[in-house]
């Protein structure tokens, strides 16, 4: 019997090694004759760097090098672009000249030959500046706003019929602005990288979403070949999206590696974090939706506006949700970009969409107020046969069961509809409720499967799991595919010399890195069809391959279970080398041309406020996500309840605050950027909508990482709305806004 092991709560097969410190990351990769660099980051937000007088940290003890861009080697910086990388602009080049373009960016590095030396001369260097005055205010009058350059699918302008006449016209209208502050990712893990140069080739140990770009792209910034660079990452302690792109620190540790001719050591420190390796950019939103007074919409505008770095374009998906979520005749979305003397933002969970969503969520449920309709019915009532904005069906959409099934469970029949109308002493209570929704994505992915004489598997990808569970829902995959029990499967990531493999991002791992899998092992089985074919004492020889099936990983006559040769058999009977076939799968084009793909979920949201002390707490939340097939609850379920601690945040708590006189972070530190802790983290409950999707990939998966982050956000902001009858519109929600009640 096949094991079934696809949709079983296996615990991680790496659990053990992350509690007992076995597993390793970046950092602790230690070198023999390693050294530490130390970046030393700009004090100033804008401007050009006049000195650097390194004389009192040259004499220090220990100080092996010190880098700026008066003695850096001239870097190639060849031209290259992953798909992950801004469309327009070009990578921060690092070193190469005296201009600082933003707050924090790298201006020299100090080596030694420990860390705390490294740091003694770091702060003994004296650089001076010629300071100009940076814009990093996306409303400051002299900002300008661009149109982005095209990016993909997403286009910075869409629409569907006139929606501003429509929005004129209606009977209700709601018209909004939101204003949702910049965030830092600030995983547990700091960036980190080992580098370490033999003859011309680099090896990098180094945190990274994206080992086989991170290879590519430094081997272009170097000028030196793909092949010559190995970046290694088989543990990322959480990442959010902020070790998708290759950031300077990762050039400078190998330039200085190669300065000096040993191993260097660059651990960015959590300060730095909050300036040189992106962040969810701040944006500014209006939506305006119109509708008749039975609830039917008629209009929606969303008109979205994100900050970006003066030299890279960065693009999410922040209106794109608009145009498909509700059924409407009537919709215009535009997206613009205003540069900012800032580094360049990244994606951070759920990037855009969560956003983007934020707006269009919160409006509704304004929406739903001045109708005086429950928000669950006002979505029902719009909710569309077909994806109306790319004209094409969805290849599943199951939004309404998970309201359905959310709002049994969450209870939100007992919700009274006027706000502040719910009460538990002297706080108040309020129910709040919103649409998650991520796109299935699929990039190309490849992975290598190898059969060995002892009948076990070994599956190599150059995946990445920063938290996820990769390791362990891959082996399910193939273990389920090869008919073995998960402990007969050993599988490797994180290496760019294994198959390359997209992003750890856009919740696509499963989808990519999983077809590959299963495709990889469906095609060492027929390669061992193929060797028992030709072994005349196998009772495969000579019988076509559909008379033959694999039953629990012995090959057999179909339904003759005395027939049957095992993996190890056919293996040692062909001399006993390995079966190995490496295989690169993409979404089958015909479906992604016909289906729009989508993984939805509704959010249900519990909270209190202190009257008094505008305090918003969360109390309990639910969301219920269909995503296709969950391919390991367990992990799923864990996925899920980081996502919504990460909306939480999002809502209530995350901020990165800068300095409007030199774009400084003035809460670059984890005291002052406020994270949920336990005390914030109420009951969550997660539950799954289940969904057979046959369109999106031969697993079914969709994709869970993001859309758990998606909703949580306009959920708790309508919940405040509901428990205070104020509508904020900032992120995050704080206090001050909550006083006076
Ligand atoms: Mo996710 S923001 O694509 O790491």
């Not at 095992?566 to 993409?586: D, R």
Request: hydrophobic share 40%.
């Amino acid at each position: 019997m096949n094991p079934q092991v696809i949709g079983k709560p296996l615990p991680r097969v790496d659990g053990r090694a992350k509690v007992t410190g076995a597993a390793r990351y970046a950092a602790e990769f230690n070198q023999p004759n390693q050294t530490y660099a130390v970046i030393v980051s700009s004090t100033i937000g804008l401007g050009r760097i006049t000195a650097i007088d390194a004389t009192a940290s040259e004499r220090l003890p220990g100080v092996l090098a010190i880098i700026s861009h008066l003695n850096a080697p001239r870097l190639p910086y060849n031209p290259h672009k992953a798909g992950i990388d801004p469309p327009d602009g070009e990578r921060l080049h690092v070193f190469q000249d005296d201009a600082v373009r933003f707050y924090g960016q790298p201006v020299a590095l100090v080596v030694a030959d420990t860390l705390d030396r490294a740091e003694r001369a770091a702060s003994a260097l004296r650089i001076t500046y010629e300071a100009q005055q940076p814009i990093v205010d996306p409303r400051d009058k002299q900002a300008q706003r661009i149109s982005p350059a095209a990016y993909g699918r997403l286009e910075a302008d869409t629409g569907r019929g006139d929606a501003d006449a429509a929005f004129e016209s209606s009977p209700v209208t709601v018209d909004m602005t939101t204003d949702i502050g910049r965030q830092n990712h600030h995983p547990m893990e700091p960036h980190a990288a080992i580098a370490a140069w033999t003859g011309d080739r680099l090896t990098l140990w180094s945190k990274s979403q994206f080992v086989a770009n991170e290879q590519a792209e430094i081997a272009a910034i170097f000028g030196i070949a793909r092949e010559n660079v190995q970046v290694i990452c088989p543990f990322v302690g959480g990442a959010f999206g902020t070790s998708l792109r290759t950031w300077s620190h990762v050039t400078l540790g190998a330039m200085a590696a190669r300065r000096i001719g040993r191993p260097v050591k660059l651990v960015l420190t959590r300060r730095q974090m909050s300036f040189t390796t992106g962040h969810r950019p701040r944006t500014l939103q209006r939506v305006a939706i119109g509708a008749t007074r039975d609830g039917s919409l008629t209009s929606i505008i969303h008109e979205g506006t994100a900050e970006t770095s003066r030299f890279e374009q960065f693009v999410e998906a922040l209106t794109s949700c608009t145009d498909f979520m509700y059924s409407c005749p009537n919709v215009r979305t535009s997206y613009r970009l205003v540069p900012l003397d800032t580094g360049t933002p990244t994606y951070m969970r759920g990037p855009g969409e969560s956003s983007g969503m934020y707006a269009l969520e919160t409006a509704l449920d304004e929406l739903a107020h001045k109708l005086g309709m429950d928000p669950i019915e006002l979505r029902r009532r719009n909710e569309p046969k077909i994806d109306e904005g790319a004209n094409k069906p969805f290849s599943s959409r199951s939004l309404m069961p998970c309201y359905d099934l959310g709002a049994e469970r969450f209870g939100w029949s007992k919700r009274t509809p006027e706000p502040r109308s719910m009460r538990d002493g002297r706080l108040l209570i309020g129910m709040g409720t919103a649409t998650a929704t991520y796109p299935a994505l699929q990039f190309p992915a490849s992975a290598r499967a190898r059969l060995r004489a002892d009948g076990t598997a070994e599956i190599e990808a150059a995946a990445s799991d920063m938290g996820p569970g990769t390791y362990t829902s891959m082996t399910q995959v193939a273990a389920e595919t090869l008919g073995i029990p998960v402990d007969r499967v050993s599988f490797s990531l994180g290496r760019s010399d294994f198959p390359p493999a997209p992003p750890h991002g856009g919740s696509q791992t499963m989808a990519a890195v999983g077809s590959a899998i299963r495709a990889a092992c469906l095609a060492v089985q027929d390669q061992l069809i193929e060797r028992a074919a030709a072994n005349p004492r196998s009772p495969a020889h000579n019988i076509g391959k559909d008379a033959l099936e694999w039953v629990g990983g012995t090959l057999r006559r179909k339904g003759i279970a005395t027939s049957g040769q095992s993996y190890a058999e056919i293996v040692a009977a062909a001399g006993g080398v390995p079966v190995e076939a490496t295989v690169n799968v993409s979404r089958d084009p015909e479906a992604a041309d016909k289906y729009s793909m989508h993984a939805f979920g509704a959010v249900f949201v519990e909270i209190s406020v202190d009257p008094d002390l505008g305090l918003a707490r969360v109390r309990r939340a639910l969301g219920v996500y269909s995503a296709g097939r969950i391919v390991n609850p367990r992990l799923a379920r864990s996925q899920c309840l980081g996502g919504m601690i990460g909306g939480i945040g999002m809502a209530l708590m995350e901020h990165t605050a800068l300095d409007p006189r030199d774009g400084r972070p003035v809460n670059a530190h984890m005291a002052e950027y406020l994270l949920p802790v336990n005390l914030d983290i109420p009951h969550l409950d997660v539950a799954f909508v289940d969904e057979v999707d046959p369109h999106v990939n031969p697993l079914g998966a969709k994709g869970l990482g993001e859309i758990s982050l998606v909703g949580m956000a306009p959920a708790i902001a309508n919940a405040v709305f509901h428990a205070t009858g104020r509508r904020i519109h900032e992120l995050p929600i704080r206090i001050e806004h909550l006083l006076g009640l």
